[in-house]
């Protein structure tokens, strides 16, 4: 089957394209869109699918059927379903870093914490299904995912010690390293069930994180000595 | 090949045991056991091989030849390896929910947040590897192992708020919950990295938990207000 977008060197071998010969209820209109694009375009519809469905409820048959494209050109940018699902969870991931990131490291520390929650909710919310079913299990435990999860950790932890009063004396001391990853392992239960059976707005949800986040810091010279 | 523990259905229905012939070096010596105790035996051994290797490491052919059994047999009490770490692990949580409960509730909270910690900070050390490599994917995906993980995390977060101050007003609210939530996060989080990666003594990691919680008791009337 042929398609605008098959690679150059393949585009090399092939015969010249006729017109098709399917039978008309097989025709489907096809798009040319150059290699960049079609990724792009792939990588768009995946991240849709796998926010609003479970991994195991996507079906690489219904996004060929929703990009117009046969199977095998969607198997030759992304191998395999699991390719694609990495590929765009790595966006979503650093979308969700660029948020946090943008916010302002010299506001009023507090102010800080609240800005940099509400970026991570208002990402999370919009992909709360996937976010679930991947913290709870499931394609998380495959190392490549687990891989994303932890470098969205990272930076984040990363983000918050930068421009932070607390830097310059804590830097890698490990009960601070150590209170931070708590923290965010309290931030990541919190969120995954809230989104799971939210019972709070997500303004209350902020307050409390920011609230216990405002008393580990208060306790801090308490809890590094 | 024979052994003494085959379910009396089977045993019922073979020919009567003669000597074996299996050439020299073949030869294993075999206990007989009857099935309660065959499988406490399988369960220890499974309990201990899953707690100094990872799953993937493990195999059923080396638990077969550590108790002395045909690996038929094992399959007879366990039919797959996912079937005998689920009951290994489901021990391992049975035990730890166990010794957590034995501190007494009537402890000052300091006190009673300090024991309980140091009861779980025990258990999880005696199966680090296995804590670790669980938490962070690989087999924690299988719906039965998140369900025994989930369980553990219920039943800790009940106990911990029974007899507590703050149940009577409490129960029931979902800012409180949430809470209860978080901080649960913010223990595993904080103890799949020390076990990954001991840099504080277990009794460091034990005050900086308990100092957290503590913060966050102080910062309750603010935070569910």
């Keep these: 089957m042929y398609s605008g977008d098959v690679p150059p060197v393949r585009r090399a071998l092939r015969r010249p394209a006729g017109p098709k010969t399917a039978p008309k209820g097989q025709r489907r209109p096809r798009v040319r869109l150059d290699n960049d694009a079609r990724r792009a375009q792939l990588l768009l519809l995946a991240k849709k699918s796998f926010s609003d469905r479970s ?4 079906s690489i048959d219904d996004l060929a059927r929703e990009a117009k494209i046969s199977k095998g050109l969607l198997y030759h940018y992304f191998p395999t379903k699991r ?24 506001l009023p520390p507090a102010d800080r914490v609240r800005a940099g929650l509400d970026a991570y909710l208002d990402h999370i919310s919009q992909h709360a299904r996937a976010f679930v079913s991947l913290m709870r299990g499931g394609i998380g435990s495959d190392p490549e995912v687990a891989g994303v999860i932890e470098g969205v950790r990272r930076r984040l932890s990363e983000r918050f010690l930068e421009g932070s009063p607390f830097r310059p004396a804590l830097a890698g001391n490990p009960k601070f390293e150590i209170a931070i990853r708590g923290w965010i392992g309290f931030v990541e239960h919190a969120t995954i069930d809230w989104c799971a059976d939210p019972k709070l707005t997500r303004e209350e949800l902020r307050d409390l994180l920011s609230q216990v986040m405002l008393a580990i810091i208060t306790a801090l010279p308490q809890i590094i000595r």
Tied chains: 1, 2.
């Design 55 to 58: 991994y195991d409820d996507v």
């Design 83 to 106: 390719d694609l699902y990495v590929a765009g969870l790595r966006e979503i991931a650093d979308e969700l870093v660029d948020r946090v990131h943008a916010v302002p490291v010299d």
